[in-house]
Nanobody
Framework: QVQLVESGGGLVQAGGSLRLSCAAS????????MGWFRQAPGKEREFAAA????????VYADSVKDRFTISRDNAKNTVYLQMNSLKPEDTAVYYC?????????????????????WGQGTQVTVSS
């Protein structure tokens, strides 16, 4: 079993920044792919970013590219999402998720799918 706990959400004005954290426990974290997803009110959950187990590879949704940065500290079993230049449309509950690495590349296949464990989410609200 894996436990994921997100933190760092809050209320911020448009143009501002937030850094989300996701602390993992219960399994070997360093060999896991980590992803961040978000779900806005009335919308389906969508992929935001993913990072390979080594941290060498990252991938982003077009909507957050060049504004968000995903990173990880395997010594601390923590993954981060630095969010800059926030927009009102970034308002959502943000979730981190994990899946095991495998032979299908740095993201264990499609970086947007196949995640096994999820956190409870943290609310991010961006005011205009």
């Amino acid at each position: 079993q894996v436990q994921l706990v997100e933190s760092g959400g809050g209320l911020v004005q448009a143009g501002g920044s937030l850094r989300l954290s996701c602390a993992a426990s219960g399994r070997t974290f360093s060999r896991s792919v980590m992803g961040w997803f978000r779900q806005a009110p009335g919308k389906e959950r969508e992929f935001a970013a993913a990072i390979s187990w080594s941290g060498a590879s990252t991938v982003y949704a077009d909507s957050v590219k060049d504004r968000f940065t995903i990173s990880r500290d395997n010594a601390k079993n923590t993954v981060y999402l630095q969010m800059n230049s926030l927009k009102p449309e970034d308002t959502a509950v943000y979730y981190c998720a994990t899946k095991a690495s495998n032979i299908l590349g740095p993201f264990g296949g499609d970086p947007q799918t196949g995640y096994t464990y999820w956190g409870q989410g943290t609310q991010v609200t961006v005011s205009s």
